[in-house]
């Protein structure tokens, strides 16, 4: 990267005393869609709070655009934050929630009707604009939440978590959406959740967070092909992990004994789903779950080790519950874990 648009150089934060953040380094190029994942309490909305100004470092700097912004007052960053909860002011209009920021800034009363109603449309929600935040849908509050944001026109936008509060039909619609604005606007934008799904389909980068450090970060193909760590793997969706023990695969409730060829020198090795051979192979286990996704069977195999998730296309030949099978876990197709 290039000198960075937005950088974060050994920033710590703490709430009451405790430290949430200590000593984050994180940079950002202009234009990008970097996405923020993490479990609860990992650090990513803290972070966010302190680029948009709303919590002050104990230590480290913000630079956004070649400035220090470190100590900054929140209204004066051009930076836009979207919340989860949109936060509109249920007793004004459309037209009136998207028009505030620009009214605290004094625009004239032709150019902030041009542009809110510009804003306005780029959301598609030209004639929304009298109504009420309690007429619209969950999606169209939260384009109007995006509309106020934009309507500013920040340099650096920041959504916290911001389709929570969606059912999966409207999430689907508003990552696109996101996705068309972002490319629309040119806009720089930080992304934080706790969907993998989200973060892997919307981002240009990923970076995945644990206890207020970096885990791991790359592009989404990257995270979810080559997971570094087992934290970064099970975060991922990577649920049949393995330890590598005294030359064995163990688990919850005991080892596999591999066949064949010896294991690698690693930590720890996992297999997705789909990865799993079922029917034949040098291991053993039981039926005792399955259940028909659409495209995909899965099914859940008790073995030696614990639990064992597959999953197999839905013309493959049928396992019935309790039935005994084989199956295999071809190392060709095992993620390399480091520890933790």
């Not at 295999?328 to 520890?339: C, I, M």
Request: proline residues 6%.
């Amino acid at each position: 990267m290039s000198t960075p648009f937005l950088s974060l150089d050994k920033l710590t934060l703490a709430y009451g005393g405790q430290v949430a953040v200590p000593g984050l380094d994180l940079a950002m190029a202009e234009g990008e869609l970097l996405a923020l994942l993490g479990p609860s309490g990992c650090g990513k909305t803290t972070t966010m709070r302190a680029i948009a100004g709303l919590l002050a470092p104990q230590g480290g700097s913000i630079h956004l655009g070649g400035q220090d912004i470190t100590r900054v007052p929140a209204n004066r960053r051009e930076v836009g934050l979207v919340f989860q909860s949109y936060a509109l002011f249920p007793h004004l209009s459309v037209f009136e929630n998207v028009a505030f920021g620009l009214r605290l800034r004094r625009v004239g009363s032709d150019e902030l009707r041009r542009r809110v109603l510009e804003a306005i449309a780029l959301v598609g929600l030209a004639g929304f604009e009298k109504r009420l935040p309690r007429e619209l849908s969950g999606g169209q509050q939260q384009r109007v939440a995006l509309a106020r944001s934009v309507v500013v026109r920040p340099r650096l936008l920041l959504l916290d978590e911001p389709l929570s509060n969606l059912d999966a039909r409207l999430r689907l619609e508003m990552r696109s959406e996101l996705q068309r604005l972002q490319r629309e606007l040119g806009v720089t934008m930080m992304y934080v959740t706790h969907d993998q799904v989200e973060a892997l389909a919307l981002a240009d980068r990923v970076v995945v967070m644990r206890a207020g450090r970096i885990a791991q970060q790359g592009t989404p193909a990257e995270i979810y092909e080559r997971p570094v760590s087992a934290f970064v793997a099970q975060f991922v969706g990577i649920e049949n992990l393995f330890r590598v023990r005294d030359g064995a695969l163990a688990g919850t409730a005991g080892a596999l004994a591999p066949q064949g060829a010896a294991l690698p020198a690693v930590h720890a090795l996992a297999w997705r789903p789909r990865s799993v051979v079922l029917g034949q192979g040098p291991y053993e286990g039981r039926v005792v779950g399955a259940s028909y996704l659409g495209e995909a069977v899965e099914y859940l195999i008790d073995c030696a080790a614990g639990p064992l998730k597959a999953q197999t296309l839905p013309q493959a030949p049928r396992f019935a519950l309790q039935q005994n099978l084989r199956f295999d876990l071809p190392l060709a197709e095992a993620v390399h874990l480091r520890e933790d």
